[in-house]
């Protein structure tokens, strides 16, 4: 069986948890409520990320996401932010010794889109180049 040039590889890490910085990178729909709200449109979809602050407030996040019965409910995350961007529990980790600390900055996308060759060739290669920019060790991945 042939591997697919997308297929992500395992990559093994010798660091101490409570050594490594953490990144989130969601497809959750979550945006800071001044950035512009993802696209909802059911015909297009958004293909675009946003770069959310290491240091962001809750309180200063929100969730935009096609519409329930097509995709998933956001008036839990809405209530509480750490549902699908858990934030606050990563900064308890920190707190707490367990782990090193948070990243500068995370990345989220709405995860609809239609435009998946856009998607392939010009938002992910965009989102992995911050990744790697990043003084991060390690993404915790998460969605909607």
Known sequence: MELSRK???YTPND???HEMT???VSTSGVHLKDQEPYNTDPAEGDATFRIIPGDVDPKE???THSAPKD???TDFPKEDINCVFP??????LVDDGDLGGVAEKHLTMMGYSMRLNKINKETIPALVKEVV???ADAVLLTAG
């Open 7 to 9: 297929a992500i590889p």
């Open 15 to 17: 660091k101490p948890l």
């Open 22 to 24: 953490i990144m989130i």
């Open 61 to 63: 996040l929100t969730v």
């Open 71 to 73: 995709h998933y409910n």
């Open 87 to 92: 934030i606050d529990r990563l900064r308890e």
């Open 133 to 135: 920019r990043s003084k």
